[in-house]
T-cell receptor, first 111, second 115 residues
Framework: SQQGEEDPQALSIQEGENATMNCSYKTSINNLQWYRQNSGRGLVHLILIRSNEREKHSGRLRVTLDTSKKSSSLLITASRAADTASYFCATDEGNNRKLIWGLGTSLAVNP | GAGVSQSPSNKVTEKGKDVELRCDPISGHTALYWYRQSLGQGLEFLIYFQGNSAPDKSGLPSDRFSAERTGGSVSTLTIQRTQQEDSAVYLC?????????????FGSGTQLSVL
């Protein structure tokens, strides 16, 4: 079953705008990860946030985690056309290293 | 190698044939995962190998699917008597296997099309 659920399913913005994607999950976690996928092939790790962290930054990416609401958000600032991709969140299941994946948010950044 | 390598990148087969998909993980990574992704969907877990431990096969959808990992490195996913619903991208990932807070490194996947 899918633990992570992203919303929106699809997002279309203009270059230079910010993009926000959300992820909700159901059980307790050790960490939550965000990945990016271009053209339906291999995924690339973007950022990992641990359960005891509330916010993390990496370049133009900002991730927040609210364990009380079991949700996370990924913010991409000053978006570029090259940011066009699908973005997935993934959570572990406590002691189980098997990650559970959401269905992803498809982001289109228009030049 | 520098990254996770999967082969073939594309495979077209006829219904009923067997196929083998190969994954060569990053050298030294003890954990290896196989996932399946249908068009527009998320990743479906298939199987997980960690060192010499018994693999977690809980995600394999039927007994037509099997996987091996020889010598703790290269892995082969075999699908016997393929069906059209097996058409998907099969993704392999590896990680260091050192702890729970670790990221996965993915290969580019094998696009399987069953006609």
């Amino acid at each position: 079953s899918q633990q992570g659920e992203e919303d929106p399913q699809a997002l279309s913005i203009q270059e230079g705008e910010n993009a926000t994607m959300n992820c909700s999950y159901k059980t307790s976690i050790n960490n939550l990860q965000w990945y990016r996928q271009n053209s339906g092939r291999g995924l690339v790790h973007l950022i990992l946030i641990r359960s005891n962290e509330r916010e993390k930054h990496s370049g133009r990416l900002r991730v927040t985690l609210d364990t009380s609401k079991k949700s996370s958000s990924l913010l991409i600032t000053a978006s570029r056309a090259a940011d066009t991709a699908s973005y997935f969140c993934a959570t572990d299941e406590g002691n189980n290293r098997k990650l559970i994946w959401g269905l992803g948010t498809s982001l289109a950044v228009n030049p | 190698g520098a990254g996770v390598s999967q082969s073939p990148s594309n495979k077209v087969t006829e219904k009923g044939k067997d196929v083998e998909l190969r994954c060569d993980p990053i050298s030294g990574h003890t954990a290896l995962y196989w996932y399946r992704q249908s068009l527009g969907q998320g990743l479906e877990f298939l199987i997980y190998f960690q060192g010499n431990s018994a693999p977690d096969k809980s995600g394999l959808p039927s007994d037509r699917f099997s996987a091996e990992r020889t010598g703790g490195s290269v892995s082969t996913l075999t699908i016997q008597r393929t069906q059209q619903e097996d058409s998907a991208v099969y993704l392999c990932a590896s990680s260091s296997g050192q702890g729970v807070n670790e990221k996965l490194f993915f290969g580019s996947g094998t696009q399987l099309s069953v006609l």
